[in-house]
T-cell receptor, first 114, second 114 residues
């Protein structure tokens, strides 16, 4: 059974720092990996989707990398801002069918202090 | 364009009561999903609908039923609520059930069963 782990569970940094969030998964046979952001009391917002054939994806100040063979992904946030404070979740998908469900990690709660 | 909407936002039920959680999307997506989010357990898939007219069980379907009313709407019903069903419920949709499509989430329904 696929297990997804995110470390650390919580992170507090001063504004302006570059930071890395980690995601690891036990079964490397994944179809893709998705990073989400969740604000308190809100739903999930998709940030980046990386297919298994890709090594990284970028969107603005965010860069996500994927090393499928080692079962790891990182989300790099450049020049962090207080507005980046949220919980970040990664999720992996085994296959291309609707029945291949997303398996989520427990999330990293990020606090960026002004 | 409202995206994915869910009603109600909050609900308190007594054990044994029934209720239906409503979800609608206006993105013309074919696939829809119901998740629950619990502390320490992450998000887990309850049921999904790959396309209008089809529904399938996810990881934790016991105690729930679903209806794909039309392409826009996907409801989740608790026939006899139990305290173990206290959770935050999220509805999501994607263009298709294929893994390369991102899932878009609603704001959630916070359910407490006493």
């Amino acid at each position: 059974k696929q297990e997804v782990t995110q470390i650390p569970a919580a992170l507090s940094v001063p504004e302006g720092e570059n930071l890395v969030l980690n995601c690891s998964f036990t079964d490397s046979a994944i179809y893709n990996l998705q990073w989400f952001r969740q604000d308190p009391g809100k739903g999930l917002t998709s940030l980046l989707l990386i297919q298994s054939s890709q090594r990284e994806q970028t969107s603005g100040r965010l860069n996500a990398s994927l090393d499928k063979s080692s079962g790891r992904s990182t989300l790099y946030i450049a020049a962090s801002q207080p507005g980046d404070s949220a919980t970040y979740l990664c999720a992996v998908r085994r296959g291309n069918n609707a029945g291949n469900m997303l398996t989520f990690g427990g999330g990293t709660r990020l606090m960026v202090k002004p | 364009n409202a995206g994915v909407t869910q009603t109600p936002k909050f609900q308190v039920l007594k054990t044994g009561q029934s209720m239906t959680l409503q979800c609608a999307q206006d993105m013309n997506h074919n696939s829809m999903y119901w998740y629950r989010q619990d502390p320490g357990m992450g998000l887990r898939l309850i049921y999904y609908s790959a396309s209008e007219g089809t529904t399938d069980k996810g990881e934790v379907p016991n105690g729930y039923n679903v209806s794909r009313l039309n392409k826009r709407e996907f409801s989740l019903r608790l026939e006899s609520a139990a305290p173990s069903q206290t959770s935050v419920y999220f509805c999501a949709s994607s263009l298709a059930g294929g893994g390369r499509y991102e899932q878009y989430f609603g704001p959630g329904t916070r359910l407490t069963v006493t």
